[in-house]
């Protein structure tokens, strides 16, 4: 079975300075890994995704995530934080099923940008 | 094009009482899930749709929740009766395809924030 470890829960950090957030995860098949985000009394949004290629994926808002498979690593890494990136994010797994998707969320991680 | 659809936003009820949510994903998606998100937790998985079929319903609670997609399209989720531990915002997604492959993307709607007393 899957499972996706976030081992930070609050990430503080000032404004304009670099921030990483851990996902690690673990599953017997390849998988495939995502980041949302998920705003104050908001639904998710997707932010990046891993599918195949290259290992490093830039998504949305300045964020990238890095795949590291002997690592089951998948970080999420922003150079400079802004006040608005203030939210959840959550790191998720895929594993392709017989017929359909199985994904699996993470517990989340609270990044706070401090001004 | 016009996003996952929920109602109601929020819902106080008391123990005992019943209470059903409606999701309407985006136009043309196979796939919607029902997720139960915990203060502080990840969403959980409740139940997978895939057209109007049951494709993962491993982590609902059957003897409370019950769940349906009328011809493909929106679905209602039922809590009856509800406890106390159902206190949570539930997550209606869908998704395109759907089909096994585990490449797609979720869309997500705003969520039911429910309250049991």
């Known amino acids: 079975a899957q499972s996706v470890t976030q081992l930070d829960s609050q990430v503080p950090v000032f404004e304009e300075a670099p921030v990483e957030l851990r996902c690690n995860y673990s599953?017997?098949?390849?998988?495939?890994l995502f980041w949302y985000v998920q705003y104050p009394n908001q639904g998710l949004q997707l932010l990046l995704k891993?599918?195949?290629?290259?290992?490093l994926v830039k998504g949305i808002n300045g964020f990238e995530a890095e795949f590291n498979k002997s690592q089951t690593s998948f970080h999420l890494r922003k150079p400079s934080v802004h006040i608005s990136d203030t939210a959840e994010y959550f790191c998720?797994?895929?594993?392709?099923?017989?017929?359909?998707?199985?994904?699996?969320f993470g517990t989340g991680t609270k990044l706070q940008v401090i001004p | 094009e016009a996003g996952v659809a929920q109602s109601p936003r929020y819902k106080i009820i008391e123990k005992r009482q019943s209470v059903a949510f409606w999701c309407n994903p985006i136009?043309?998606?196979?796939?919607l899930y029902w997720y139960q998100q915990i203060l502080g937790q990840g969403p959980k998985l409740l139940i997978q749709?895939?057209?109007?079929?049951?494709?993962?319903d491993s982590q609902l609670p059957k003897d409370r929740f019950s769940a349906e997609r009328l011809k493909g399209v929106d679905s209602t989720l039922k809590i009856q009766p509800a406890k106390l531990e159902d206190s949570a915002v539930y997550l209606c997604?869908?998704?395109?395809?759907?089909?096994?492959?585990?490449?797609?993307?979720?869309?997500f709607g705003p969520g039911t924030r429910l309250t049991v007393l």
């Open positions: 599953s017997s098949v390849s998988v495939y």
């Open positions: 997604a869908s998704s395109l395809v759907g089909t096994g492959a585990g490449t797609d993307t979720q869309y």
């Open positions: 998720a797994v895929s594993e392709p099923l017989k017929g359909y998707q199985k994904v699996t």
């Open positions: 891993y599918l195949s290629g290259s290992t």
């Open positions: 136009s043309g998606h196979a796939t």
């Open positions: 749709f895939q057209n109007n079929g049951v494709v993962d």
